[in-house]
């Protein structure tokens, strides 16, 4: 019996302006790569993914947020090739807060929650199943500033991470700093409120930017200084764990020893959880991290993707992943055993690349 096609999300910046930023991907069982279809957007830099509901964030000065429905245009109950598929516009909404860059679904409260990178915020959207939003809601994080002068000279909310008692964690590029956020909502009819429960304090010039959290542990990769920190956490306690250079050899104020820019961007867990990767811009690598220890992952290998700007990726499987190459416009898998990368699928400018169940 032959495999399923595996489909993924793909969200695109626009440099030349408005135009195809969404894609339906897939990759069938020999390992060939095709869109099945696109929509227009601006800046999709990020997209998450409720059933047939897909959200955009438009990372772009007025900030906004997006909604579409991917129709399959199933015949007979079946999508066959995907030829009739079709992803279309429901809503939009513009919230004001600069540089939209990550959302995530909070379901349980019926709303979207925005990471603003330029805004130095965190917006909740109201939506429907049906994808339609409601009028947003916005929380400044408090204000912060770090030694890097020229990234840290305020708050950057760069990404958000559920926990499993049910809170938010944001991280604050800027602010050197991951704040814990409750959504408040009396009705699915009342406004949704954010509030700040708990901030986790980072070592000055840190620059956190993505998170993991699970098992009772909190990973956090440093866009600034080049290095993975690794917190106990739960609901009431939080205690550092240890830290891991992100590249090899070790990065030092954020470059590495050849000269080369180190700026970390995604960190992703293999299905296993055996492994941790994290993608390192500049040096254009992925990072591999033996992770059997999860509260003290280990460097274990830095493999070379070929393209520039590794901005975000995906695990198939513990040994391979697919990595969205924003300055090579591309899609490039990689095998994590062999160190084999090749070029998957041609893009503009990829930024996110979300697998679809």
Same mark, same amino acid.
């Given at each position: 019996?032959t495999?399923a096609?595996?489909?993924f999300?793909v969200?695109?910046y626009t440099?030349?302006?408005a135009?195809?930023?969404?894609h339906?991907?897939?990759r069938?069982?020999?390992?060939g790569?095709r869109v099945?279809?696109?929509?227009?957007?601006?800046n999709? /830099?990020f997209?998450?993914?409720a $059933?047939? &509901?897909?959200? +955009?964030v438009?990372?772009? !000065?007025a900030g *906004?947020? #997006? /909604?579409?429905?991917?129709?399959? $245009?199933? &015949?007979?109950? +079946?999508d066959?090739?995907? !030829?009739?598929? *079709?992803? #279309?516009p429901?809503?939009?909404?513009v919230?004001g807060e600069?540089d939209?860059?990550?959302?995530v679904?909070?379901?349980?409260?019926g709303v979207?929650l925005?990471?603003n990178?330029t805004?130095g915020?965190?917006t909740?959207v109201?939506?429907e199943?049906?994808?339609?939003l409601g009028?947003?809601?916005?929380l400044?994080?408090?204000h912060r500033?770090g030694?890097?002068?020229?990234r840290?000279?305020a708050?950057?909310a760069h990404?958000?991470?559920?926990?499993p008692?049910g809170?938010y964690?944001?991280?604050d590029?800027?602010g050197d700093?991951?704040?814990?956020?409750v959504v408040?909502?009396?009705?699915?009819?009342?406004a949704?409120?954010?509030r700040?429960?708990?901030t986790l304090?980072l070592?000055?010039?840190?620059?956190?930017?993505h998170?993991?959290?699970?098992?009772g542990?909190?990973?956090?990769?440093?866009e600034?200084?080049?290095r993975l920190h690794t917190?106990e956490?739960?609901?009431a306690?939080?205690?550092p764990?240890?830290?891991?250079p992100?590249?090899?050899?070790?990065a030092?104020?954020g470059s590495g020893?050849?000269?080369r820019?180190?700026?970390?961007?995604?960190?992703?867990?293999a299905p296993s959880g055996r492994?941790?990767t994290?993608?390192v811009?500049?040096?254009?690598?992925?990072?591999?991290?033996e992770?059997?220890?999860?509260a003290?992952p280990?460097?274990?290998?830095?493999?070379p993707?070929?393209a520039?700007w590794p901005?975000?990726?995906?695990?198939?499987?513990?040994?391979t992943?697919?990595?969205?190459?924003?300055?090579?416009?591309?899609?490039?898998?990689?095998d994590l055993?062999?160190?084999?990368?090749r070029?998957?699928?041609?893009l503009t400018?990829?930024?996110?690349?979300?697998p679809?169940?």
């Amino acid at each position: 019996m032959t495999a399923a096609p595996r489909r993924f999300a793909v969200g695109c910046y626009t440099p030349d302006g408005a135009g195809p930023a969404v894609h339906l991907v897939e990759r069938d069982a020999e390992g060939g790569w095709r869109v099945v279809t696109s929509a227009a957007a601006s800046n999709a /830099s990020f997209l998450a993914v409720a $059933g047939d &509901v897909w959200f +955009a964030v438009g990372e772009d !000065a007025a900030g *906004s947020v #997006v /909604s579409l429905r991917l129709d399959l $245009g199933e &015949v007979d109950g +079946a999508d066959a090739d995907g !030829a009739h598929a *079709s992803l #279309v516009p429901i809503a939009s909404v513009v919230h004001g807060e600069a540089d939209p860059c990550h959302v995530v679904v909070a379901a349980d409260h019926g709303v979207l929650l925005v990471a603003n990178y330029t805004g130095g915020s965190v917006t909740a959207v109201p939506f429907e199943p049906s994808g339609e939003l409601g009028r947003p809601v916005t929380l400044a994080l408090p204000h912060r500033t770090g030694p890097v002068a020229d990234r840290q000279e305020a708050p950057h909310a760069h990404q958000l991470a559920a926990t499993p008692w049910g809170t938010y964690l944001v991280s604050d590029l800027g602010g050197d700093a991951i704040h814990e956020l409750v959504v408040e909502r009396v009705t699915d009819a009342a406004a949704p409120t954010l509030r700040i429960v708990r901030t986790l304090e980072l070592p000055p010039g840190t620059g956190p930017r993505h998170l993991l959290v699970g098992g009772g542990l909190l990973h956090v990769v440093g866009e600034l200084d080049g290095r993975l920190h690794t917190f106990e956490l739960d609901a009431a306690n939080v205690a550092p764990s240890g830290t891991e250079p992100a590249a090899a050899p070790p990065a030092e104020g954020g470059s590495g020893a050849d000269g080369r820019v180190v700026q970390p961007s995604h960190l992703d867990r293999a299905p296993s959880g055996r492994l941790f990767t994290a993608l390192v811009r500049g040096r254009d690598t992925v990072s591999v991290f033996e992770a059997t220890d999860a509260a003290h992952p280990r460097l274990a290998a830095e493999l070379p993707i070929g393209a520039a700007w590794p901005r975000h990726h995906a695990h198939l499987d513990d040994r391979t992943v697919v990595v969205a190459a924003q300055e090579g416009n591309a899609l490039v898998e990689l095998d994590l055993v062999t160190g084999a990368a090749r070029g998957a699928l041609e893009l503009t400018a990829p930024a996110c690349v979300v697998p679809l169940p």
